[in-house]
C-alpha cells in the first residue's frame, strides 16, 4: 500500500480531533451544556451564535467520522498482523481490551464521556463480522443507522412522556465538584461515568458501529490508497452533504430556541438519520483539499495528531480537566462562548505543534506505545528520530 496515500487516514484523523475537541470541551467549560437548558449567563448574540455553529458543525458528526477511520484501520491492523506473521484475532482482542481498560481509567479520573470503552467493547463484535462479505457488512450498517433512528426515537417518546419542568440540579451539582478540590471533582466524575457508559451504548453505539462497519469495507477496499479513482465522486459526495445540512440546521436551531422538549428531541432524531451525508462530505471535501496545491501543507500539518490520535485525545481531556475542574484552575461557567471556542482552538493548534515535534524524536505517542505493547504482549522499545506506518 502505498505510504503517502496512508497519510490521508492519518490527516482525517487528526482533522477528526478537532471536532471532538470542539465538542467535549463544552461538558468541561458549560454545566448547561446538554442539560437542556442554554446557559443565562451567556445569552448575548455572540453568545448564542457561537453555540449556535458549534451545534451546526460539529455536535453528531464527528464522532462519526472518528467511529469510519476506527473501521478503516482495523484493516490495516489486519495488514499489521500478516506482516508480522502473528495470528490476527488473539492481536486484535488484546488490543481491544486494553482500549477498554485505558477507556475505563480515563472515564473514571478526567472525563465521564470518554468514547474509548465503547470502541474497545465494539471492536469484540467487530471480530465477530470481519470475515463476512461486503455487501452483508454494509446491509449491516445501514440496519443500524435505522435501529439508531428508532433508539432517538423511543427515546423521545420517554422523554416527552416525562417532560416538566427542567431540572437544574445536575448542573448546580457538576458546578459545586468543578469548582471543589480535586477529590469532589473526582467523586463527581466517578460517580457520571457509569450513567454515561449506558447513555453512549444506546445513543451513540448503533450508528458508531454502524461506521466502523463501513469504514472496514472502505479499508477492504483500501479506499484511501485509491484517491485517483474517487476523484470524480468527491464532488458528487460534496453534493450530497447538502443533505445533512438541512439535519444540522434545524438541530442547531434547535439547541438554542428549544434547548429542551419536543423540537430539540425531533431534531436529535433528525440529525440522527443526516449527520452521516454532512460527515460523508467533510471527508470529500478534505480528500479534495489534500489533493490541491496546498494538500501537501495541509497534510503535513494534520497527519501528525492523526499518528498519535490516542494520546491527544487523552491530553486533551488532560488539558480541560486542569483548566476548568477541581484538578486546576476551576474555570467551569468562568468563561463566555467565543472565549472557550478560541481555547479549543489554541489547544488544537498546540497539539499539532506538538505533535509534529514528537514526531520528530519518537516513532509513537506514549499511548500508542502502551496499546501496542497491549497488542503484541511484548515490552517494545521506543524507537527515536523514525516515522512509523500508519495503523
Known sequence: MNQSRLLNVDALRGFALLGILAVNIWLFADPYFASGINNPRYAGALDIAVRFVVALLFETKFYLL????????????????????????PRMLRRSAGLVALGVLHGCLLFYGDILHLYGLLCFLLLALYNRQRRAIEVAAVLLLLAALVLAALGAVVLLAGEGAPDLKPVFAKLAAFH???????????????????????????????????????????????????????????????????????????????????????????SVLTAPFLTAAYVAGLLMLFDSRHGARVI?????????????????????????????????????PIAVLALAAAIYLTQMALSAWWLKHHSYGPAEWLLRAITNWQWLPQEAGTQPPSR
Open 180 to 270: 471543589g478540590d480535586a477529590r469532589s471533582t473526582r467523586a463527581y466524575v466517578i460517580g457520571e461515568f457509569p450513567s454515561t457508559v449506558a447513555l453512549l451504548l444506546f445513543g451513540q453505539g448503533p450508528s458508531a458501529f454502524a461506521m466502523f462497519l463501513l469504514g472496514m469495507a472502505a479499508g477492504r477496499e483500501q479506499l484511501f490508497a485509491k484517491v485517483d479513482a474517487l476523484r470524480a465522486w468527491l464532488p458528487r459526495i460534496l453534493r450530497l452533504g447538502i443533505l445533512g445540512v438541512f439535519g444540522a440546521v434545524l438541530y442547531a436551531l434547535a439547541s438554542e430556541i428549544a434547548p429542551g422538549g419536543a423540537v430539540i428531541i425531533f431534531a436529535t432524531a433528525l
Open 300 to 336: 503535513a500539518a494534520l497527519a501528525p495528531m492523526g499518528k498519535f490520535a490516542l494520546s491527544n485525545y487523552l491530553m486533551q481531556s488532560l488539558v480541560m480537566a486542569c483548566l476548568f475542574t477541581g484538578y486546576g484552575m476551576r474555570l467551569c461557567d468562568e468563561l463566555p
Open 66 to 89: 472518528f467511529s469510519f477511520l476506527f473501521g478503516y484501520s482495523f484493516t490495516l491492523q489486519m495488514a499489521a498482523a500478516e506482516r508480522a506473521g502473528a495470528a490476527f484475532r
